[in-house]
């Protein structure tokens, strides 16, 4: 394989800056597990603050987020019910029944985002031999349909239609600053309505670890309990928590290049032939290449070949992911790469 010198492979890729290295090695540290880390304990104020909740504690990854959020929620049998392209679902290894007991109930939403009629059709009814509807389950932007933002009016609509059937509702914030930054609607707005969310600072805000659960007071107290039982509680977690402090002091506006990329790579390749691209919504491109005649697997291969690499979901389709450390001269040649490949492919 030739050197990549353009990887749009994810946004988990992004290397700390210069700055944000600087700002972890001067960071203040404490025990994180008897609260005295002073970093994370700033960290977690931001977070709490920024999505208007009570309280909020910093966690190795989304992943445990989501897992301690579904341990909390659930009892072994309750059920979950969310898009079937979310993340939990399919890429969190079956932690949420490995872990908790807890069932999964899929709903086929339109590009990751269902509708308040479809969630009330997979409301199970209060009966003995149901499983038990506990929690409603939102990706905010959504990942596996492309960075698609759900409507605030939506995801108001769910969540009262959730607690008015005695259901708790948690958001996987992974990509809520994105769909903040894009919309101007503040992560507080969105934040409102759910009883427990989180945000992953190892994504587009590029802190190399962490992620930050919040809630009330009570929530995250509970969460306190698992963070120990998962092996999330930390000793001086100051140095990764200074990371996501910076993320979020000089990343977070920022966001809106990625988004002004991926819509550029979007325009740039939407004419090439055998491409069927989606419209970028934030900061992602899926890439339809069923047309081509070759596997996303080769396709990806022969990218790389020319120092570009994606994704691949599946036999036919591939994800282009902008971040911090893809620049807009960089898009310009991701666009001639693809289209030179696809060009290059015997029709
Ligand atoms: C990345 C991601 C996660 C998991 O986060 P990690 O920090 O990688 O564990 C969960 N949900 C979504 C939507 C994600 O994109």
């Known amino acids: 394989m030739k050197t990549l010198k353009i990887d749009l492979y994810s946004d988990t890729i992004t290397r700390p800056t210069a700055g944000m290295r600087e700002y972890m090695a001067k960071a203040e540290v404490g025990d994180e597990q008897k609260r005295e880390d002073p970093t994370t304990n700033r960290l977690v104020a931001m977070v ?15 992943t445990m987020c989501n897992q301690i959020a579904v341990r909390i929620h659930c009892r072994q049998g309750d059920e979950i019910i969310m898009d079937r392209l979310a993340h939990v679902r399919n890429s969190e290894a079956g932690g949420a029944a490995a872990l908790s007991g807890a069932a999964i109930n899929p709903i086929d939403g339109a590009r990751g985002v269902f ?41 108001q609509e769910i969540c009262a239609t959730a607690k008015a059937n005695g259901m708790a509702c948690h958001m996987d914030g992974a990509r809520l600053l994105n769909a903040a930054v894009e919309t101007g609607i503040p992560a507080s707005e969105w934040a409102a309505p759910f009883d427990s969310l989180w945000i992953d600072f190892s994504k587009g805000l590029g802190a190399p670890v962490g992620a930050a659960l919040a809630g009330s007071r009570e929530f995250i107290k509970e969460a306190w309990r698992w963070k120990h039982q998962f092996g999330g509680a930390m000793r001086q977690s100051g140095i990764i928590a200074a990371g996501a402090v910076y993320a979020l002091e000089h ?13 550029h790579l ?24 069923a047309s081509l005649g070759i596997t996303a697997q080769d396709f990806n291969l022969r990218l790389m070949e020319r120092g570009l690499r994606l994704s691949i979901f599946n036999a036919t389709r591939l994800r282009a992911v902008t971040h911090l450390d893809v620049s807009a001269p960089q898009i310009e040649e991701a666009i001639e790469i693809i289209r030179d490949v696809a060009g290059s492919l015997p029709a």
């Open 115 to 155: 509708t308040t009629a479809q969630l009330l059709a997979a409301i199970r009814p209060p009966v003995y031999h149901s499983p038990p509807s506990r929690v409603v389950w939102i990706e905010q932007t959504a990942n596996g349909a492309g960075g698609v933002i759900w409507p605030l009016e939506n995801v």
């Open 48 to 62: 709490a603050e920024l999505l208007g909740k009570e309280d909020a504690v910093f966690l190795p990854s989304g």
């Open 251 to 263: 990343h977070v506006d920022r966001l809106a290049e990625d988004h002004a990329n991926a819509k």
């Open 266 to 289: 979007a325009d740039g390749i939407g004419s090439v032939e055998g491409l069927e691209v989606e419209p970028a919504i934030t900061n992602m491109v899926f890439i339809n290449i």
